[in-house]
């Protein structure tokens, strides 16, 4: 067993005008991870710690956060490798509910905005499905495996300064959808993408690369994007 003090940001809307920070002292096992370090409190020392967290095998995203200063997944993030004291807030520039619980709304609103679907106006050349080749398929790898935790977006200084920027987000899965050669919603799309709030507000400091969980490229598909746009592919 181990000693480790998080030093965990608190807000209560009913109580508090802004965070404040409040530390707990944690006994946690060598294969700890934050998340267990967060149950630990929330079940033994503060009920009303509030956080998200569902499937705890960094698939659905829920328990992302900002630890130590960086976006990650609390249910992967080992407190060992971390060190002795650990700072665990909510994901930056989007607002706080209560505790490390933020409203995910403009994460969700930019994905509406981009049409994160298959659109098509021909028929199928069969009655049943729309073919890929392998080549076509492999050039989707790295784009669908997204699951929307929101880390890209929260650690993007122009999300901070600019909340209708879609964020890389939203720009990753318009690139899905754009590069996928099922697709013909190239039109559906270019008005919101080709924007000031859109394409052109990425400065390509690739924070959002090194807090994806997924090892994923979003400031790679927004390059992709420009491109098309200039190219006149839109």
């Not at 099922?182 to 394409?199: F, I, Q, S, T």
Request: charged share 25%.
């Amino acid at each position: 067993m181990a000693r480790h003090v998080l030093r965990v940001s608190r807000y209560d809307p009913e109580k508090d005008q802004e965070s404040h920070e409040q530390r707990f002292e944690v006994e946690a096992e060598s294969h700890w991870t934050v998340l267990d370090a967060l149950h630990e409190i929330k079940w033994h020392q503060d009920g009303t710690l509030s956080f998200r967290r569902s499937c705890r095998h960094g698939i659905c995203g829920s328990c992302a956060m900002t630890i130590n200063g960086k976006n990650g997944l609390a249910c992967e993030l080992q407190l060992a490798a971390l060190g002795s004291e650990i700072v665990v807030e909510p994901l930056r520039g989007l607002p706080v509910i209560r505790d490390l619980v933020v409203d995910m709304q403009p994460i969700y609103d930019a994905m509406v905005a981009v049409k994160p679907y298959l659109i098509t106006s021909s028929s199928p050349m069969s009655d049943q499905e729309r073919l890929q080749s392998p080549e076509e398929r492999a050039r989707l790898d790295g784009l669908y495996e997204c699951i929307l935790c929101g880390s890209c977006t929260s650690s993007c200084p122009s999300f901070w300064a600019d909340k209708q920027y879609l964020g890389p987000h939203a720009l990753l899965w318009a690139w899905r959808y754009v590069a996928d050669s099922r697709d013909e919603g190239e039109a559906d799309r270019v008005g919101v993408l080709d924007d000031k709030h859109g394409l052109w507000r990425c400065h390509k400091i690739f924070n959002c690369v090194e807090c994806c969980p997924k090892d994923l490229n979003p400031t790679k598909a927004i390059s992709s994007l420009q491109r098309a746009v200039i190219s006149g592919q839109f």
